[in-house]
Nanobody, 119 residues
Framework: QVQLVEFGGGLVQAGGSLRLSCSAS????????MAWYRQAPGKELELVAG???????NNADSVKRRFTISRDNAKNTLYLQMNSLKPEDTAVYSC?????????????WGKGTLGTVYS
């Protein structure tokens, strides 16, 4: 089992920054890929960025050149540096992890942290 808890949400002005973190606990040695998702008010869940255990990353087009995903495997922590924030970035940001056990992938989710961007 893996438990994920997000931190770092808050209220910022457009153009500002937020740094989110996700702390993983439990069977963290089985975690492979991790990702940040977000859900804006009234919108569908959206993949923001993903990262492999080795550090290979990908970002959604909407956040490219503004957001940076990273991870510290020794600390079992996932990060999302969010710069040049826009009001449309307002969303609940959730941490996701894939755990590999006996050849089967299992999905784990944090409960999310709210980031609000105002003009």
């Amino acid at each position: 089992q893996v438990q994920l808890v997000e931190f770092g949400g808050g209220l910022v002005q457009a153009g500002g920054s937020l740094r989110l973190s996700c702390s993983a606990s439990g069977n963290t040695d089985c975690i492979s890929t991790m990702a940040w998702y977000r859900q804006a008010p009234g919108k569908e869940l959206e993949l923001v960025a993903g990262i492999t255990e080795g550090g290979t990353t990908n970002n959604a087009d909407s956040v490219k050149r503004r957001f940076t995903i990273s991870r510290d495997n020794a600390k079992n922590t996932l990060y999302l540096q969010m710069n040049s924030l826009k009001p449309e970035d307002t969303a609940v940001y959730s941490c996701h992890a894939v755990s590999v056990n006996w050849g089967a992938n299992r999905d784990y989710w944090g409960k999310g942290t709210l980031g609000t961007v105002y003009s």
